[in-house]
């Protein structure tokens, strides 16, 4: 059993005792530990069950590449599920549960799928799952999602109770990892003068160095890692951040930093989560290397761990993983464990070499503790269980025969080091197989490129390949020198550290253990414990005919998810060559990508939620409408009153009321979202004929004219009224999600095509509230508004007459007035300047009250207009919609010899004399039309579906007319008047609605017009 | 002017730097040749600034002229004297291809200062904002999260931020959101 | 994520700062052409794996187009230059010539119109 150790442990405080729980049950840690160490220090052997067997799991490794550990943290508003124990700093009052079992770690009935193993291989679901289809829905679906799956999701009505955030931050040289090869890399970079940032992941800086031993200039790598970093903390130009993984790397020196600020201390408040957003000249990769497995039948049983890891427990945290060890290698590296181990009182059983030869002086130093060595074996199998107790001993050279049986409770066991090429890897880095390392290193000749083409990455130490303190330093001087080089700094050279490592005899590739294992065994050998992915499940792909990596890694999912082939890349690759009898470097890597260890959803959204969620636009009047009754409706990014809600009332009500008066007395609209856009300039007439469908260069000053605006393709994307200012400037209303679109058009249009014509446009939407006046009674409101203030503006038929505007004062106020109406009725718009707005509706308001006034929303301005058989942008046209067939023939200019969309709507399709056109349609039985629904005729199409002849475009229930009306596009609609055509509802009613005029309202216009 | 409010009506906040709405200011976009002797001397004449070079602004007692592109320039006059200074540069630039308008309520306008101010930045706008890459005259068009903005730094280390008056409320909470006391960055 | 500079304002842009505007140097075929002429006009683009020519805005900025001349397989950006032209200009294509000997986009290659080849 795993227990604290008396001595060692330079993380932990044990002067600083805390209390946490797991699985509701509470234990002690101190301060520095790791959930991992402290649950390893109460004996917590076994902290979870597997993915896809429900096998007993236990800590692998110390790090972020842990793939069993993964725990559910907290509880309520701030659990989250999946995290792992090596990378959870301990708190007091933390609760951590183990997953992916019920109803007990203990006694998981699922684990019933460990015995049915042989028949879920690879690829099982695809094979199972085809047929019967029924059964997917009503069995297969719910049984995987009870038996899969890591942790539970959070409550989905529960809302993070953390804030995260993002930082924008730009260095000429990044440094990724501040194990000593990051801290010597920055170290040479800061020395040129360049700006550097240096992200180390851990609370801790120096990486593994100080647990591996050796010396650096003399000293313990320890003192040098403290002189260092004072060095560095002294340099204006060097920013250290801990706690801060490099998350990803991404074009143009692009990267993400994830900075975990509260974690480790919850309650301290301010974010918990920093994504730091950094564009880098350089990005130097110091990510260190990590330990493989060994591929040996049990090797994930609760206790085996990787050897380094063990160490790391034993050194950093004061952890024995147990009484008896047995250590399995091919490798000297191992042997420091094994050392370690002997040091802290932990029995050594064995040390299993598969060299024949052995190693070198750190075998030597293991023997001279008489710890037993032997040479030419392998381990031949684990005896499953809830904790490591028997191992079984067999030549390597075999198929898995027991020479040996002994009693361990933990296995150590060391399959060489891969470096950590993930964010080389991100942004396209490519790699070479490395035969001394067994494994792939960074190809200098291939790095990721940046803007100008130069190589922008350069990896270093460990993460280059280079093992041994002596060799690494040097590696990262040289490449903290060149990242500054690059970045346009002058060339300066940093003396390396001088690193003394004990030599280590060369290692030998071993990727099945023992070499030619049976297949009991081989179903036993896992190469990724995350997504439970064996030898036996590779070698089966293989047969099947997957000789792509990236195919097999997607059949068996090896390497996937957040796993990103931390542990499990090189073994299966080798397994996967193997099998195909091809070389690992012919089969190739799969894509690493980011992040390279799991980021919360948090830290990418950052700031943006809640009320910052999105931006949300005002107008003016917005306080106002919130404070009387407005039921908001978005716009866009606006919010807009549908209705104005009084006590009692519903939308519908609400509506009727609105639509009513508006049409009996007077309403106020809000239409200041409508787009306003200055157009000036000697060729703006010119240039506007190019931009509308209408002439609008012959539109005399004062006057007002609707316009058309056409895409290129013809389709109708925007209308407005434009007005004419003065000889060479006019104002153009758009629609109100049109405004930076059409702004944006018409610039891309003088930028890009017509840069010799004389134009300026502005965009003034947000200058001004517009307010339109409507019904009989607007004129009064002015002009009572105008007596008070003492005169103004005359507001009257003959000085405003209809389709005209004037500048002036309405009620003391500047303001321009157009005699426009989407209503139908008498209306004005009056622009003020947006910061009097609110005063302006408030005037309006007070002395609209002897006159019935009633603002209105959204939908009354939709009905009203389509009583008037009015068309609305996004209503009536959907991208695919040309003014002919809206019957707006009238709106295109035939004088002009070309207009954007002219020459598409001369195309076969468009004069095409059976395009749905725009016709009125009113219910047989007076109801509202479905919204969307479609028309039906006789027989049908090639697929036997009913042939459709129409759609309804817009519907509404029109309280002036006390009926359904509504508009929609019909197969040669406007020669079919009086026809009654079906549309079928997805309610199973079909409804009946007579082809009609689609002016339901004032036909001759005479309202608006007083 | 007791009719005119700005969109922020005086808001403030104070965390790691202090955002306050800054108040009625009167803007004209001008647009133009920029390099039109005509031109900057009604600008001058309208803000006692003269001609800002590309991405900067020139600060004058009571006016400014920011570099906003090629063609266009941003003059910040008082709030009340903008309809003056308006028909003054119009009648200035009477025969020149030119245009100017009135923007003075289309934008709200916010100071922030304080010691936290860079990083509060920062954390919303993906700009460099170590002092080695932006100070004083500096003037930048560009995004603040999820909407355009504008910002420039006064002598006195404070900025002026600008951006459309419909969403100066998402950006003072943006803002006091990145101000958040407990969110020192602290690497300016 | 991409950084482009201004070619206006001098801004190293980055993505999130721009918006992209596909293909450059399109020629506009107005009433008068044939169907062919407009079909391909409106249609048809490149889609070249290496250099590409191709417009940009910087909308979060000066909100001037420009046009980017880059490598798609790459990200590799050669040069940027205003929008206010109808091939790319001689300094770009020679960059290009430079770094992509024997290179050609639509009509344009190593650094010369060529005439229908």
Known sequence: MSTRLAKHGRLIDRSKQIDFTFNGKTMKGYAGDTLASALLANGQVMMGRSFKYHRPRGVVASGAEEPNALMQLGTGDRYEPNQRATTTELFSGLQAQSQNHWPSLEFDVLSINNKLSRFLTAGFYYKMFIHPRPLWKHVYEPIIRKSAGLGAAPDAELKDADTYEHFYFFADVLVIGGGVAGLQAAKAAAASGAKVLVLEQNSYWGGRAPVDGGTIDGEAPEAWIEKTLAELRAMDNVTLRDRCMGSGVYDHGYALGYERLTDHAPGQGGPRHRLWRIRASQIVTATGAIERPLSFAGNDVPGVMLAGAMRDYVVNWGVKPGERVVVATNNDDAYRTALVLHDAGVEVVRVVDTRETGGGALMEAVREKGIRVELGRAIAKVKDGKSVTEVAICAQNGEGGAREIVQADAVAMSGGWSPVVHLWSHCGGKLIWDEVTASFRPDPERPPLGDKGQGFVVPAGAANGEFGLAALLEDAAVAGAKAAEAAGFPATTVAAAKGESVAEAQMEAVWLMPAKADVKLRMKSWLDYQNDVKVSDVQLAAREGYESVEHTKRYTTLGMATDQGKLSNINGLAILADSLNAEIPQVGTTTFRPPYHPISLGAIAGEARGEIFQPIRKTPMYDWHDRNGADWEPVGQWRRPFAYLRDGEDRHAAVNREVKNTRENLGLLDASTLGKLIVKGPDAGKFLDMMYTNMMSTLKIGKCRYGLMCSENGFLMDDGVVARIDEDTWLCHTTTGGAEHIHGWMEEWLQTEWWDWKVYVANVTEQYAQIAVVGPNARKVLEKLNAQAGGGMDVSREALPFMEWRDGQIGGFDARAYRISFSGELSYEIAVAASEGQAFWDALMEAGKEFGVMPYGTETLHILRAEKGFIMIGDETDGTVIPQDLGLNWALSKKKEDYLGKRAQQRSHMVDPDRWQLVGLETVDGSVLPDGAYAVGEGVNANGQRNMIGRVTSTYHSATLGRGIAMGLVKHGPKRMGEVIEFPGTDGKTYKAKIVDPVFYDKEGEKQNV | ?188 | MLILECPYCGVKAEETELAAGGEAHLKRYGPGSSDDEFHDYLFMRENPKGVHFERWRHANGCGKWFHAARCTMTLEVFGTYPAQTTEPPQEICDKITAKRPGWSWREFSDGRKSSAA
Request: charged letters at 20%.
């Open chain 2, 1 to 188: 002017m007791s009719k005119a409010v700005s969109e922020l009506n005086g808001a403030r906040y104070a965390g790691l730097a202090e955002v306050a709405d800054a108040g009625l200011r009167g803007m004209i976009t001008l647009r133009g040749d920029l390099d039109s002797a005509v031109l900057k001397s009604a600008v001058q004449a309208a803000t006692g600034a003269g001609m800002p070079g590309i991405g900067r602004i020139s600060v004058a007692a009571d006016g400014a002229v920011a570099w906003m592109s090629p063609d266009e320039l941003l003059l910040l006059v008082p709030y009340e004297e903008a309809g003056a200074k308006l028909a003054a540069l119009q009648a200035a630039l009477a025969g020149e291809h030119a245009l100017a308008v009135n923007v003075s309520d289309a934008r709200t306008y916010l100071r922030l200062s304080g010691e936290g101010a860079r990083e509060v930045l920062a954390k919303v706008s993906p700009v460099d904002l170590d002092p080695a890459a932006f100070g004083p005259g500096q003037f930048r068009r560009s995004r603040l999260a999820q909407v355009a903005g504008a910002f420039w730094m006064e002598e006195d280390g404070s900025f002026g931020i600008i951006c459309f008056r419909s969403v100066g409320e998402y950006v003072f909470k943006l803002l006091k959101t990145a101000a958040h006391p407990q969110s020192k960055v602290g690497v300016y």
